[in-house]
C-alpha cells in the first residue's frame, strides 16, 4: 500500500515557541491531505483539510491564525504550532487519499506527539 | 451532517473467542462507505475492512466481517479467532461518495484480547 509519513515522531518544545510538523506522502501525489488531533483514549478529531496550491480548509473551532497549514507540493503538507500552549499537547496524525474523485481510499502517518512544557 | 456512534467504549474478549463491535451512523445520502479502522499501540491508522453502501454482501477480510444493514444504519465488526495481537483500538469510520474523501470517525471502542 500507500506510504504516508510524518516528522518528527516525537517532539517537546517550550511554550511560547513554535513547532512545524511535516507530512509526506513517499509514492504517490495527494492534492489533499488532512490533518487530525487526537487526545488520549479519544477518537480522531478533524482540525483541517489541506489542499495543494490554495488555503486549507478548517474545521469550525480550529484556530487557523494557531495551527497554520501549507501544502506546497503534491507530496508536502506542513502544520505549524504558532506560540504553542501546554493544551497545545496532543497526538496529530495527518492522511492522504489517492486520487481526487469519487471513493478514494486514504492512508495514514503514523502521528507525531507534541509536548508543550 | 453525517455522524457516526460506537456505543461500547471497552470491551474484552478471550483469545481465540469471537466478539462484536458495534457502530451506527446516520446519515440521509444514499451514496457512502463505511470502514473499521484499528489503532494499536504504536497508534498507526491500519484499515480493517471496507464496505460499500450500495452492496448488500457483507465485507469480509479473513477474521474480520460486518453485518451491514443499511436500513437500520448498523454497521458491526466480528473479530474470529480473536487473537492476541488484535488487541487496539477501533473506529468505525463514515464517508460519503463524491464529499472530497472526508471521514466522520466514531468515539471509538478499546478491545482487550486477554490470553
Known amino acids: 500500500g500507500a506510504v504516508v509519513s510524518q516528522h518528527p515522531s516525537w517532539v517537546i518544545c517550550k511554550s511560547g515557541t513554535s513547532v512545524k510538523i511535516e507530512c509526506r506522502s513517499l509514492d504517490f501525489q495527494a492534492t489533499t491531505m488532512f490533518w487530525y488531533r487526537q487526545f488520549p483514549k479519544q477518537s480522531l478529531m478533524l482540525m483541517a483539510t489541506?489542499?495543494?496550491?490554495?488555503?486549507?480548509?478548517?474545521e469550525q473551532g480550529v484556530e487557523k491564525d494557531k495551527f497554520l497549514i501549507n501544502h506546497a507540493s503534491l507530496t508536502l503538507s506542513t502544520l505549524t504550532v504558532t506560540s504553542a500552549h501546554p493544551e497545545d499537547s496532543s497526538f496529530y496524525i495527518c492522511?492522504?487519499?489517492?486520487?481526487?474523485?469519487?471513493?478514494?481510499?486514504?492512508?495514514f502517518g503514523p502521528g507525531t506527539r507534541l509536548t508543550v512544557l | 451532517a453525517q455522524t457516526v456512534t460506537q456505543s461500547q467504549p471497552e470491551m474484552s474478549v478471550q483469545e481465540a473467542e469471537t466478539v462484536t463491535l458495534s457502530c451506527t451512523y446516520d446519515t440521509s445520502e444514499n451514496n457512502y462507505y463505511l470502514f473499521w479502522y484499528k489503532q494499536p499501540p504504536s497508534r498507526q491508522m491500519i484499515l480493517v475492512i471496507r464496505?460499500?453502501?450500495?452492496?448488500?454482501q457483507n465485507a469480509t477480510e479473513n477474521r474480520f466481517s460486518v453485518n451491514f444493514q443499511k436500513a437500520a444504519k448498523s454497521f458491526s465488526l466480528k473479530i474470529s479467532d480473536s487473537q492476541l495481537g488484535d488487541t487496539a483500538m477501533y473506529f468505525c469510520?463514515?464517508?460519503?461518495?463524491?464529499?472530497?474523501?472526508?471521514?466522520?470517525f466514531g468515539g471509538g471502542t478499546r478491545l482487550m484480547v486477554k490470553p
Open positions: 489541506s489542499n495543494e496550491g490554495s488555503k486549507a480548509t478548517y
Open positions: 464496505q460499500e453502501a450500495y452492496k448488500q
Open positions: 469510520a463514515f464517508i460519503l461518495n463524491n464529499a472530497g474523501n472526508m471521514l466522520t
Open positions: 492522511s492522504a487519499p489517492i486520487g481526487a474523485g469519487g471513493y478514494n481510499e486514504q492512508f
